[in-house]
């Protein structure tokens, strides 16, 4: 079925860098935009970035611009977000999320990611 | 930055009374306004796209007004399970998040 599965918790120590993927299934991999959400405890959502899988090109919010790399493997259909220089402020629950009919309605089951020295 | 300003914070109804939550842009986001419900634990999910138009599945009691800078989602006869926590999110100027209402059992 049509699906985004997210890899599992990491635990990171700041100044460390994680690498969040999502694979997708059920359907044409490059014909959506993906988008990346996070979520801190207890708090709201934030939206982090958005890629085309098809051409690869980015587009990341300005809180995170120097920090957040996205990119993609058409190959796995999965894309993936890197956050650099961790911070225990990062420590969230990390959504992949599809792009359809101008809205995300598509979510991967999310990622949690416990900055911590 | 296009900033989303959801009011109120918490919303305390019982079920059958109609809920409406409100969401204001700091400019316009034309039409450009989705929302989300989101449960404990789980991923949020789409309710309503550019302002008005129902998500698959999505039951006839909710409805979206609104275009510019003004926003209402109406719930007219809620349910156990709608109480939830609801996010509006514009997509005129990249993409940004309400801070939420939380919709509660009174």
């Known amino acids: 079925q049509v699906q985004l599965v997210q890899s599992g918790a990491e635990v990171k120590k700041p100044g460390a860098s994680v690498k969040v993927s999502c694979k997708a299934s059920?359907?044409?991999?490059?014909?959506?935009?993906m988008h990346w959400v996070r979520q801190a405890p207890g708090q709201g959502l934030e939206w982090m970035g958005i890629?085309?899988?098809?051409?690869?090109?980015?587009s990341y919010a300005q809180k995170f611009q120097g920090r957040v790399t996205m990119t993609r493997d058409t190959s796995t259909s999965t894309v993936y977000m890197e956050l650099s220089s961790l911070r225990s402020e990062d420590t969230a629950v990390y959504y992949c999320?599809?792009?359809?009919?101008?809205?995300?309605?598509?979510w991967g089951q999310g990622t949690l990611v416990t900055v911590s020295s | 930055e296009i900033v989303l300003t959801q009011s109120p914070a918490t919303l305390s109804l019982s079920p059958g009374e109609r809920a409406t939550l409100s969401c204001r842009a700091s400019?316009?986001?034309?039409?450009?306004l989705a929302w989300y419900q989101q449960k404990p634990g789980q991923a949020p999910r789409l309710l309503i796209y550019?302002?008005?138009n129902r998500a698959t599945g999505i039951p006839a009691r909710f409805s979206g007004s609104g275009s510019g800078t003004d926003f209402t989602l109406t719930i007219s006869s809620l349910e156990p399970e709608d109480f939830a926590v609801y996010y509006c999110?514009?997509?005129?100027?990249?993409?940004?998040f309400g801070q939420g209402t939380k919709l509660e059992i009174k």
């Open positions: 890629i085309n899988p098809s051409g690869g090109s980015t």
């Open positions: 999320a599809r792009d359809t009919i101008a809205a995300l309605t598509l």
């Open positions: 059920g359907y044409t991999f490059t014909s959506y935009y």
């Open positions: 550019d302002a008005s």
């Open positions: 999110q514009q997509r005129s100027n990249f993409y940004t």
């Open positions: 400019q316009s986001v034309s039409s450009y």
